[in-house]
């Protein structure tokens, strides 16, 4: 913030962009990986957004956007970034009403699958297949790019969006309503139903569907 300030001596936008993670099933992880990414998505947001604030939008307003990703029916396989940013989404709407008298407006963009060369080298020989993976979890049955990312970005830090703040703006052709990716192996390790009528009702109609089968 100090070299910006410096090199430009304002400060009008804020985009907090960078972050990432890499998949593993949640009891895989390792407590330093959570640490690397909970710090990386949570904490560097929030000390950016301090930084910016404490720094010139305190006195002067400004803009600032948080890309957060989709994690609204939970993320499973990227357990630690579904949790950093569905913190981040709720950061938001905290400093916007914290920050609302000096005039700054804050809001998050939450994208879907977006291919890029960048984001896929990150997974490695794995890129690929995981982007891939994603389709046809997409409404629009194509992934994004991040041309179709930028524009809502631009328009919250426009005049456009004067009068929003606390928002998340979801940016995924749907996919957030649709399908989730994770696939739940077939199993009866689910505690029984009470004994009772309607626990009949579901026996019968369980063994009618597996009769047919
Ligand atoms: C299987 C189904 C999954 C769901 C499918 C979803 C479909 C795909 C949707 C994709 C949507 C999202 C896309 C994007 O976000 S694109 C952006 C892509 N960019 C990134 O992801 C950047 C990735 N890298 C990072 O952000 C950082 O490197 C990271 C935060 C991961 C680590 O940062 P840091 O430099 O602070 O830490 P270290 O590299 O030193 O690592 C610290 C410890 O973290 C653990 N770790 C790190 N990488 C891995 C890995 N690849 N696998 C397992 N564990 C990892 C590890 O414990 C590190 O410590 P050690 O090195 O000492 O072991
Ligand atoms: N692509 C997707 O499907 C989705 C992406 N997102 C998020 O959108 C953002 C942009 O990702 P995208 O453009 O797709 O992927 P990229 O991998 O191209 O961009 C990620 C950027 O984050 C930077 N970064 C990673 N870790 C840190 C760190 N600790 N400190 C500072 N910068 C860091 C990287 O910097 P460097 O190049 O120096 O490593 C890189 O510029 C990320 O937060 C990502 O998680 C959210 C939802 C979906």
Redesign the pocket.
Known sequence: MASTLKLHGRIDFLVNNG??????PANM??A??WK??I???LNGTFLCCREAYNAWMKDHGGVIVNII??MWKG????AH?GAARAAVDNLTKSLAIEWAHSGVRINSVAPG??ISK??ME??KEYGPT??K??VPFSPAKRLGVPEEISPAVCFLLSPAANYITGATLKVDAGQSLYHS??EIPEHDAWPEAPEGENTDVLREIMDKTKSKL
Do not use: C, E, H, R
């Open positions: 972050g990432g993670q890499f998949s593993s992880m390792s330093k990986g690397a990414v710090d990386t998505n990703a989709d993320f499973p396989g990227m970034t699958t977006i960048t984001a990150n997974y995981l982007f993976m994603s990716i994770w």
